[in-house]
């Protein structure tokens, strides 16, 4: 039988959706949003770790079984540089000239709402890491981030990350792999896509196109 989220989860999900829509902010200015992020994942019983790469912030939650094992669900906590022009909507951006027109403040809600369900429910062994990073949108987030945190840093094994897309093109039935390469030596489990000037280079990818970079399964020089 497959987890189901209660009635009382979704309803909370759509009310930090709309909370956090409302205060949109760009890379390393995402103080309101890290504390509104914070408090939830306090509220919940988590451990959290803030002040990671200036505004991250990352919430640990242990399950009841015995395990040495550890993952990361990731999120973004960054907003755009984009006037939101939607004087009707009760839960619009009260900052001026700043929106989240990415998905962020759906992509926290529904962190918040795994977070939710994991420490209502512990039924898993080991440990599940609940990552907010700042600074997606171009700003290298992810690569102050990683050294910044010891949760990250024990996430930091030769092993591919693992993301869900929304992309349309893949089934429901199968997730997206990729693998962003951080350093010669590591793979990083948040999220950055790998740039190149040059497009023909087979690292180059977005971050939305995980496939069109390095697979997991090949060598990374």
């Not at 200015?29 to 790469?53: C, I, N, P, W, Y």
């Not at 839960?91 to 994991?118: K, P, Q, T």
Request: aromatic residues 6%; proline residues 5%; positive net charge.
């Amino acid at each position: 039988m497959k987890p189901s989220l209660s009635e009382e989860t979704l309803a909370r999900m759509m009310q930090w959706r709309h909370a956090l829509h409302a205060m949109p902010e760009i890379a390393y200015q995402e103080h309101k949003t890290a504390d509104f992020v914070a408090a939830r994942l306090s509220e919940m019983g988590l451990r959290v770790e803030r002040g990671l790469a200036c505004t991250g912030v990352i919430g640990i939650l242990q399950g009841r079984g015995t395990s040495n094992r550890m993952i990361a669900l990731r999120a973004e906590l960054d907003a755009l540089p984009i006037t939101e022009d939607n004087p009707t909507l009760n839960y619009a951006s009260r900052h001026n000239g700043r929106m989240h027109a990415c998905g962020h403040d759906g992509h926290m809600a529904m962190l918040l709402g795994a977070a939710d369900h994991l420490a209502h429910t512990r039924n898993f062994a080991g440990t599940v890491a609940f990552v907010f990073q700042p600074a997606e949108e171009n700003e290298n987030g992810a690569r102050r981030m990683i050294p910044h945190s010891q949760a990250s840093a024990s996430l930091l094994r030769p092993n591919p990350s693992r993301r869900t897309t929304k992309e349309p093109s893949c089934s429901l039935a199968k997730v997206a792999i990729r693998t962003t390469v951080m350093n010669q030596k590591r793979n990083a489990l948040l999220g950055e896509g790998c740039y190149s000037d040059d497009r023909d280079d087979p690292r180059y990818h977005q971050a939305t196109y995980p496939w069109n970079g390095y697979k997991p399964w090949q060598s990374q020089k």
